[in-house]
């Protein structure tokens, strides 16, 4: 069990250098396109490539941040309750995201069969969606692993 959670939060961290360098090059293309507007020569397809890199942010550093527990949290509530009381809210919460993250998970890559039968692309530089609706949805059952983990955790008393 030790080692399948070694090897989820090396994949985490991959994810995020992924989600990074998708954020830095989202910024160096939108400051490119700023200045190359300014004197008249915007890039093509920004929109395009900036809208597709955010989803990859978005969805790729879900695993990491949720490892980290950078999530907001409502702590003030959760201070005021017992031990037990705390496992189970926080099991709880973590089902629930389990089950919503496998929804998820499983919708997207039904969309992103979709858009590979229909040949679904961008309109001007022909990005196709399959692929990134594939990488989010891997990115989400990583996500629902987490929070097995993070169940057995909590049923081990190891969460806290």
């Known amino acids: 069990m030790d080692t399948i959670y070694a090897i989820l939060v090396r994949v985490s961290k991959w994810l995020t250098v992924i989600a990074a360098a998708a954020l ?3 910024m160096l293309l ?3 396109d700023v200045f190359g ?12 490539v900036v809208s597709t890199l955010l989803g990859i ?4 550093c879900l695993p990491k941040v949720t490892l980290d527990r950078g999530h907001v949290a409502m702590e003030f509530l959760l201070d005021k309750m017992s031990k037990r009381s705390r496992a189970i809210m926080n099991g709880a919460t973590r089902l629930v995201c389990l089950v ?11 969309v992103g069969k979709e858009f590979y039968k229909s040949g679904e692309v961008s309109p001007i530089l022909q990005i196709p969606f399959y ?3 594939w990488g989010i949805a891997i990115s989400c059952f990583i996500e629902c ?3 097995f983990f993070d ?8 969460y806290e």
């Open 24 to 26: 830095t090059f989202m």
């Open 30 to 32: 939108t400051v490119a």
């Open 37 to 48: 507007r300014a004197f008249g020569h915007a890039v093509l397809g920004t929109y395009e």
């Open 57 to 60: 942010v978005i969805g790729f």
């Open 100 to 110: 919503l993250f496998l929804l998820i998970a499983y919708n997207l890559v039904s």
């Open 131 to 133: 692929p990134v609706a």
């Open 145 to 147: 692993a987490v929070f």
């Open 151 to 158: 169940i057995v955790k909590i049923g081990r008393g190891q």
